[in-house]
């Protein structure tokens, strides 16, 4: 092909991206409702019809629960959305909820050729335009369930490696029961993710679907206390467990323990499953904060420090170790915080909070960082600079630096072994753990990570966990 | 589920709440404890087991109405259901024969202690119960405690029954024990706790402590039951909630426990509280 055609055949590709309508930041600061409004039909189609359907299309290969991406966009194009959606949930069960949390951009979309000229095509906003057309239809198509097999499976915890597994194995014809600890169903998806990111009545949605199907679950329920994985082996035929990551670090820095300081954990579902923003008409009680320090640069931080401002802060500050390049959330999510007026005080490193005489902390204090080689991971170390020591004013700190594995379900089983770092050890391509008939996926397992790579893990889980009870042994 | 069988007033402000819980009753040991939820937009309140029946399927508690979501559950009814009632949560007590034990209980803890009691003496256990109360009327369960204990000695702030004073007298009362008891282990409010470990520091007898902090999930997730032990950071929900209170930083732990007492009490300046609704109160609508 010469020059000419070249330039031909790009100037017939429409590469302008289409946008997704937002809420003001100024608006959408001062209130919990969802940041993200969606394509409207027109949107959608004019994103759909910009794809090329690559004969060999890059962008299944960026997805880990590789969906037909070609597949469903080509029924938006054509305008026949039921059948979009149905392409989707072969791969996906919780369209709406990937198409929202999913970091496309290092995934799907990262691999679109039209990426080239910097014009990627929409995936994420597509796939969410698919499960929230649907939802608004009302009708809900309840896919066709294989006979029965008499096989029982016990899944524990229910946010999206569970709810991904109980979807799958209910499809194939067997006996699910999930159990949860609290009093709702969705793990992190509703005490972690905020409802301007991923309204609450979404995962009610996708989980009110599972149940449809014939799925049990059970809320209030805490395995490795109220029952042991020994006793649900007596009575299933096999157990997947997707406990995630639900013990939160701290820093063992002086002052960690006075009040005001909080695991993101502890902040994200006060505010969210808890309802804290509807404090007083929810009971569960919160404390209005001024200025409001969170540690970390991750989503969780993201979502921390947005949180902050719509409960009324004036200051909320990102304080991150590194430099801004370095950010471990989603470029958008940082985008969205910043155009919030959020403050990213990047570079910084806490080393101690200071209590006022009543226990509650009213600064903290800091140590400029510079970065430094890049170490295994190939970001740069970030290297205390002496004598950088300076204080903030922070009437709350929230420390949103990761999680470990909850040790629940590990310390109440014998046989599951686990890794130094507290994860479950399980096969990466079907997530056998060390115990007979238990299965494992999702955050317990691979340590805090993303929804998506949960959902991947619970997909090859169900696979293994059916290939198991339909064995000829059996 | 969780139906209420019984809801009533022991002494003034303290409820004994049984709730039908098979799952629970079948599997909780001394030391633990549920996380209750009075309706569903209420908070998640972690309160002590003060008795259980395997055959029956039921819990008991007894707590304080203190603010907001205790008052919820202070006037179910039986018949009624709760929201939430989950465990049995943290790690039970370890109970073996120390020979001589002392029990120190107070408020909910005179409650909480009582299936400790039971299985201590079980196990052989000689047991002198403490009871600690502002004054005579505020004295529950003595009868429970009369067929378990060697001796049982009460301690109320204005003397109107037993010894005049309060823990601070635990020293006297032990040095005039002719054997001194191999542990204490002492349950109810955060003071009562706090000073127990301080009046008893010198006497190099153990005190086990059953720590009630504000607690979310109660399963480690969230941290806000994090407790300085021993200079290190412990969850009370799964590290506990039972530690040595001589190894506790009481001075932290009790600013953490008041962190939300303007919460919990500016809930009775509102006009829907229910003990303003039902009592008519003149001074608020």
């Not at chain 2, 037993?162 to 032990?174: A, C, E, W």
């Given at each position: 092909?010469?020059?000419?055609?070249?330039?031909?055949?790009?100037?017939?590709?429409?590469?302008?991206?289409?946008?997704?309508?937002?809420?003001?930041?100024?608006?959408?600061?001062?209130?919990?409702?969802?940041?993200?409004?969606?394509?409207?039909?027109?949107?959608?189609?004019?994103?759909?019809?910009?794809?090329?359907?690559?004969?060999?299309?890059?962008?299944?290969?960026?997805?880990?629960?590789?969906?037909?991406?070609?597949?469903?966009?080509?029924?938006?194009?054509?305008?026949?959305?039921?059948?979009?959606?149905?392409?989707?949930?072969?791969?996906?069960?919780?369209?709406?909820?990937?198409?929202?949390?999913?970091?496309?951009?290092?995934?799907?979309?990262?691999?679109?050729?039209?990426?080239?000229?910097?014009?990627?095509?929409?995936?994420?906003?597509?796939?969410?335009?698919?499960?929230?057309?649907?939802?608004?239809?009302?009708?809900?198509?309840?896919?066709?369930?294989?006979?029965?097999?008499?096989?029982k499976v016990a899944i524990v915890g229910s946010?999206?490696?569970g709810?991904?597994?109980?979807?799958?194995?209910?499809?194939?014809?067997?006996?699910?029961t999930i159990f949860e600890a609290l009093?709702?169903?969705?793990?992190?998806?509703?005490?972690?993710?905020?409802?301007?990111?991923?309204?609450?009545?979404?995962?009610?949605?996708?989980?009110?679907?599972?149940?449809?199907?014939?799925?049990?679950?059970f809320t209030d329920f805490v395995v490795g206390k109220t029952r042991s994985i020994d006793e649900f082996l007596e009575e299933f035929d096999a157990v997947f467990v997707g406990t995630g990551?639900g013990?939160?670090?701290?820093?063992?820095?002086?002052?960690?323990?006075?009040?005001?300081?909080?695991?993101?954990?502890?902040?994200?579902?006060?505010?969210?499953?808890?309802?804290?923003?509807?404090?007083?008409?929810?009971?569960?009680?919160?404390?209005?904060?001024?200025?409001?320090?969170?540690?970390?640069?991750?989503?969780?931080?993201?979502?921390?420090?947005?949180?902050?401002?719509?409960?009324?802060?004036?200051?909320?500050?990102?304080?991150?170790?590194?430099?801004?390049?370095?950010?471990?959330?989603?470029?958008?999510?940082?985008?969205?915080?910043?155009?919030?007026?959020?403050?990213?005080?990047?570079?910084?490193?806490?080393?101690?909070?200071?209590?006022?005489?009543?226990?509650?902390?009213?600064?903290?204090?800091?140590?400029?960082?510079?970065?430094?080689?890049?170490?295994?991971?190939?970001?740069?170390?970030?290297?205390?600079?002496?004598?950088?020591?300076?204080?903030?004013?922070?009437?709350?700190?929230?420390?949103?630096?990761?999680?470990?594995p909850n040790p629940l379900v590990p310390a109440t089983t014998p046989g599951l072994d686990t890794?130094?770092?507290g994860?479950l050890v399980a096969?990466?391509?079907?997530?056998?753990t060390t115990r007979d008939r238990v299965w494992a996926?999702?955050?317990i397992?691979?340590?805090?990570?993303?929804?998506?790579?949960?959902?991947?893990?619970?997909?090859?889980?169900?696979?293994?966990?059916?290939?198991?009870?339909?064995?000829?042994?059996? | 589920?969780?139906?209420?069988?019984?809801?009533?007033?022991?002494?003034?402000?303290?409820?004994?709440?049984?709730?039908?819980s098979p799952q629970i009753a079948s599997k909780v040991k001394?030391g633990q404890f549920v996380?209750?939820?009075?309706?569903?937009?209420?908070?998640?309140?972690?309160?002590?087991i003060?008795?259980y029946?395997a055959?029956?399927?039921?819990?008991?508690?007894?707590?304080?109405?203190?603010?907001?979501?205790?008052?919820?559950?202070?006037?179910?009814?039986?018949?009624?259901?709760?929201?939430?009632?989950v465990g049995p949560l943290g790690n039970a007590?370890s109970?073996?024969?120390?020979?001589?034990?002392?029990?120190?209980?107070?408020?909910?803890?005179?409650?909480?202690?009582?299936?400790?009691?039971?299985?201590?003496?079980?196990?052989?256990?000689?047991?002198?119960?403490?009871?600690?109360?502002?004054?005579?009327?505020?004295?529950?369960?003595?009868?429970?405690?009369?067929?378990?204990?060697?001796?049982?000695?009460?301690?109320?702030?204005?003397?109107?029954?037993?010894?005049?004073?309060?823990?601070?007298?635990?020293?006297?009362?032990?040095?005039?024990?002719?054997?001194?008891?191999?542990?204490?282990?002492?349950?109810?409010?955060?003071?009562?706790?706090?000073?127990?470990?301080?009046?008893?520091?010198?006497?190099?007898?153990?005190?086990?402590?059953?720590?009630?902090?504000?607690?979310?999930d109660g399963t480690g997730?969230?941290?806000?039951?994090?407790?300085?032990?021993?200079?290190?950071?412990?969850?009370?929900c799964v590290?506990?909630?039972?530690?040595?209170?001589?190894?506790?930083?009481?001075?932290?732990?009790?600013?953490?426990?008041?962190?939300?007492?303007?919460?919990?009490?500016?809930?009775?300046?509102?006009?829907?509280?229910?003990?303003?609704?039902?009592?008519?109160?003149?001074?608020?609508?």
């Amino acid at each position: 092909m010469n020059e000419d055609k070249i330039q031909e055949k790009t100037s017939k590709i429409d590469l302008n991206r289409r946008d997704m309508p937002r809420q003001s930041p100024e608006m959408r600061r001062n209130n919990f409702d969802e940041v993200a409004l969606g394509y409207t039909e027109e949107l959608a189609l004019a994103e759909a019809s910009r794809c090329l359907q690559c004969k060999k299309p890059r962008c299944v290969t960026g997805c880990p629960v590789e969906i037909d991406i070609p597949g469903f966009i080509s029924c938006i194009t054509r305008g026949d959305f039921r059948a979009g959606i149905k392409k989707l949930k072969e791969k996906n069960c919780l369209p709406a909820v990937s198409g929202r949390v999913c970091p496309q951009e290092s995934q799907c979309e990262s691999k679109c050729i039209l990426g080239n000229k910097k014009a990627e095509i929409a995936i994420g906003r597509l796939e969410r335009f698919l499960a929230d057309w649907e939802a608004s239809e009302g009708k809900v198509d309840l896919p066709q369930k294989a006979k029965p097999t008499g096989k029982k499976v016990a899944i524990v915890g229910s946010g999206p490696a569970g709810l991904t597994v109980g979807g799958d194995l209910i499809l194939l014809g067997h006996e699910v029961t999930i159990f949860e600890a609290l009093h709702k169903a969705g793990g992190v998806l509703v005490y972690g993710i905020p409802e301007f990111r991923l309204p609450k009545a979404i995962v009610q949605r996708e989980v009110d679907y599972l149940k449809a199907l014939g799925v049990n679950v059970f809320t209030d329920f805490v395995v490795g206390k109220t029952r042991s994985i020994d006793e649900f082996l007596e009575e299933f035929d096999a157990v997947f467990v997707g406990t995630g990551a639900g013990l939160p670090w701290f820093m063992s820095i002086p002052g960690e323990n006075l009040n005001g300081v909080y695991s993101a954990n502890e902040y994200l579902t006060r505010m969210n499953l808890m309802k804290g923003y509807q404090y007083p008409r929810s009971a569960t009680p919160v404390k209005k904060h001024l200025k409001v320090a969170v540690v970390g640069g991750g989503n969780v931080a993201m979502d921390s420090a947005r949180t902050a401002l719509r409960m009324g802060a004036s200051e909320s500050h990102i304080v991150y170790r590194r430099s801004h390049t370095e950010l471990p959330a989603r470029a958008e999510e940082a985008e969205n915080a910043e155009e919030e007026g959020v403050i990213f005080d990047v570079l910084t490193l806490p080393v101690a909070y200071i209590g006022d005489e009543n226990g509650w902390v009213k600064e903290i204090e800091c140590i400029k960082m510079q970065l430094g080689e890049p170490d295994a991971s190939g970001r740069r170390v970030p290297v205390e600079m002496p004598g950088s020591n300076f204080r903030m004013q922070m009437d709350a700190v929230v420390c949103a630096i990761g999680n470990s594995p909850n040790p629940l379900v590990p310390a109440t089983t014998p046989g599951l072994d686990t890794t130094k770092r507290g994860t479950l050890v399980a096969d990466p391509e079907t997530g056998k753990t060390t115990r007979d008939r238990v299965w494992a996926g999702g955050d317990i397992v691979t340590g805090a990570a993303t929804v998506i790579l949960a959902m991947g893990a619970g997909r090859k889980a169900a696979r293994a966990i059916h290939e198991y009870l339909t064995m000829e042994k059996q | 589920m969780n139906k209420v069988i019984e809801r009533s007033m022991i002494v003034p402000n303290m409820h004994l709440l049984e709730i039908e819980s098979p799952q629970i009753a079948s599997k909780v040991k001394p030391g633990q404890f549920v996380i209750v939820r009075g309706t569903d937009e209420g908070e998640r309140v972690p309160l002590s087991i003060a008795d259980y029946d395997a055959e029956k399927g039921t819990i008991s508690i007894v707590f304080m109405e203190v603010g907001a979501s205790t008052s919820v559950l202070a006037r179910l009814k039986a018949g009624d259901e709760v929201a939430t009632c989950v465990g049995p949560l943290g790690n039970a007590t370890s109970i073996e024969n120390f020979g001589n034990v002392m029990l120190v209980g107070g408020c909910y803890g005179i409650g909480s202690l009582y299936p400790l009691a039971k299985e201590l003496k079980a196990k052989g256990n000689k047991i002198t119960t403490v009871l600690e109360a502002r004054s005579s009327y505020l004295i529950y369960w003595l009868k429970r405690y009369i067929p378990l204990s060697e001796k049982i000695i009460t301690i109320t702030r204005d003397g109107s029954m037993g010894q005049k004073g309060h823990v601070s007298r635990l020293p006297d009362v032990i040095h005039g024990m002719p054997e001194r008891p191999a542990r204490i282990f002492v349950n109810g409010c955060t003071y009562l706790m706090a000073h127990t470990s301080e009046v008893t520091k010198d006497l190099g007898i153990p005190v086990v402590v059953n720590l009630n902090p504000i607690m979310i999930d109660g399963t480690g997730m969230c941290g806000v039951c994090r407790v300085t032990v021993g200079g290190q950071m412990k969850f009370a929900c799964v590290d506990g909630p039972e530690f040595m209170g001589h190894d506790i930083d009481w001075k932290e732990f009790l600013a953490r426990r008041k962190a939300y007492m303007t919460e919990e009490t500016i809930f009775f300046r509102r006009s829907d509280a229910h003990a303003h609704n039902e009592g008519k109160c003149a001074w608020h609508e």
